[in-house]
């Protein structure tokens, strides 16, 4: 309502210039009058909103399957868009700690499917059973794990055993830990709150909220007013170690361990990635980008590219990777060839905020969890993080020319 009310005081005043009886400046006046948006694009492209209401569709959906979770114990056939019936109750407490290590497991064996799957179907004989379906019989034997086998394959997965895993995680940990987390989403959303301001003259002084009533946070959390991406950091791992201690959880699932976390914490404190001069800058650069974009489109293919050129160039990316890979032992694509059909593929591509996700890729993505023995920074991880920044500023810094 806030940038609504922003945009109609915007209007008013650059109607009463172009109404008067002289202007003063032509040239500034037409320029604004060029460079005005329409309200549905100023809803679209506001980077908080867009965040806030990603955020409200995935904590929304996972409130769903939380509450499927616990209404029974084979969550497999449930479909979790469906309102969920009432919940039941909870794994009784012994049985916790070995609920927790079965996901775990089956969360690890269901990333080396995901890593082995393709290299697996090329070699692979027709007629015979592949390495992945003998796999696949083995986890089926093994009465831990067997409820997951034909979850793995539905697009359910990701939904059901993120839900199990909180559920487990906070039915298990103290009281104060829980509450921490909740403090945290709860104190972040107040601080980044933005009080309803008073663009009409009916709205009495006493109603007006001052910003100063959303930072009464105790003395620990004030990283919250400025978060910087190590504080962020700090919380995720202070809460992974948490969890680690309370399920005597072993280092060989524990990068499963550290993506159920990521999930569970980063949808609750998504504003706290963005501190206010980062989401300022996004926005500013993002803008800009649009613009960039747009123009460079119309200037050299009029009307963008097909569908069948846009394919092609997937496809092409995709026999890059995989050649890499089988040939050459690591999917690092040349950067000769990789960072021109990168650029192609991003100008014509919609990312209208693709600043706002090249910091979190940065700053987060690339941060590497407490005792993990594989870097990011240096790995492939960080090549085509790096070429994707290129490849935007790249297309940023193009001189777009006049229009035959």
């Known amino acids: 309502m806030n940038q609504l009310h922003r945009h109609q005081r915007y209007l008013r005043s650059l109607h009463h210039i172009l ?7 032509v040239g500034v006046t037409s320029k604004e009058v060029a460079s005005m948006a329409s309200v549905d694009d100023l809803l679209r492209f506001d980077l908080k909103l867009h965040l806030l209401s990603t955020q409200r569709d995935w904590l929304h959906q996972l409130h769903l399957a939380r509450r499927q979770s616990m209404s029974t114990t084979s969550s497999n056939h449930h479909d979790h868009r469906s309102s969920p019936p009432p919940p039941a109750a909870p794994h009784p407490p012994q049985s916790k700690h070995i609920h927790m290590k079965k996901l775990l497991e089956a969360a690890s064996w269901y990333r080396w499917l995901q890593q082995h799957a393709h290299e697996d179907n090329n070699n692979a004989d027709d007629d015979d059973k592949s390495a992945l379906e003998h796999l696949a019989d083995m986890l089926s034997e093994d009465a831990c794990l067997s409820e997951y086998v034909d979850l793995m394959g539905t697009n359910e997965w990701r939904s059901v055993v993120q839900a199990q895993f909180e559920n487990l995680v906070f039915a298990t940990l103290e009281r104060r830990v829980s509450r921490r987390v909740d403090k945290c989403g709860f104190d972040a959303a107040a601080l980044y709150c933005e009080p309803p301001a008073a ?7 006493s109603q007006r909220t001052k910003a100063a009533d959303y930072r009464n946070v105790h003395a620990d959390w004030n990283w919250l007013r400025d978060p910087q991406p190590a504080q962020v950091m700090a919380f995720v791992g202070s809460l992974t170690r948490h969890v680690r201690g309370a399920f005597a959880i072993p280092d060989d699932v524990h990068k499963s361990l550290y993506v159920f976390i990521q999930r569970m914490l980063f949808p609750r404190i998504t504003m706290l990635c963005y501190n206010g001069a980062i989401l300022t800058e996004c926005a500013r650069k993002d803008t800009l980008w649009r613009h960039q974009q747009a123009a460079l489109r119309l ?6 590219v097909s569908l069948e ?5 997937t496809r092409t990316a995709v026999v890059l990777h995989d050649e890499a890979a ?5 999917t690092r694509i040349p950067v000769d060839t990789f960072f021109p059909l990168f650029s192609f593929v991003l100008l014509h591509t919609d990312l209208p905020f693709v600043h706002a996700q090249l910091h979190l890729l940065e700053q987060y993505a690339l941060c590497n969890p407490p005792g993990d023995l594989n870097p990011t920074r240096n790995g492939e991880e960080s090549y085509y993080v790096y070429c994707m ?10 001189v777009v020319g006049p229009l035959d």
Do not use: K, M, Y
């Open 19 to 25: 109404g008067g009886p002289h202007v003063s400046d």
């Open 199 to 205: 663009f009409r003259d009916n709205i009495h002084p």
């Open 299 to 304: 200037q050299n293919h009029g009307g963008g």
């Open 309 to 313: 050129q846009l394919g092609g160039s």
């Open 326 to 330: 089988q040939i050459f032992g690591t």
């Open 389 to 398: 920044h290129a490849a935007v500023e790249h297309v940023c810094s193009q």
